[in-house]
């Protein structure tokens, strides 16, 4: 395949899909396209990842890397509405989606931005959440993992979804060598709930 949802400007023909999807009890309307993972409905890791998650007790905003079309970073920011929500992503049809959702479902408490990895990310966070882009390879997945250590306050917590197929063994190895506390909070249909906290 020349191209997947990793890439910085898909040159597949656009074919929008539109659909509604309850998340953490609340409805939600979603675009999605070619060139953007997941482009009919919300994958089931992701679904995994916002309903197992919890806000950490110290204050500060989210991030979610790799936001694609949204349904991760607007399904939080929703429902914390108290909590600022960053949304990065590499893909510029995808944050541009991201932002279309974000106006369409009523959520003004998050700024999405373009961002390689972390590279234009600012400040630190009180939780970072990711269902990371396996497809970039090994070393990406596994630079977001170790790096959000850096972008994590005191207390503050990683949470990711990962496939135990897909390398949940490695990641959990990894995290591990960076986090003093590594938990598998949820594993369902070979899917990880991981959440590392920042001492």
Known sequence: MSEHYYSNQPTSKSDRHKWDFSLRGHVFTFFSDHGVFSKREVDFGSRLLIEAFQAPEVEGAFLDVGCGYGPIGLSIAKDFANRHVDMIDVNERALQLSKENATLNSVENVHVFASNLYEHVEGKYAAILSNPPI???????????????????????????????????????????????VEVVVKKKGYYIIKSKKY
Do not use: C, M
Not at 154 to 171: C, D, H, M, R, T
């Open 135 to 181: 497809r970039a390879g090994k070393k990406t997945v596994h630079q977001i993992l170790v790096e959000a250590h850096d972008y994590l306050v005191p207390g503050g917590e990683l949470w990711i979804v990962i496939q135990k197929k897909q390398g949940a063994p490695s990641a959990l190895e990894k995290l591990n060598e960076v986090f003093a506390s």
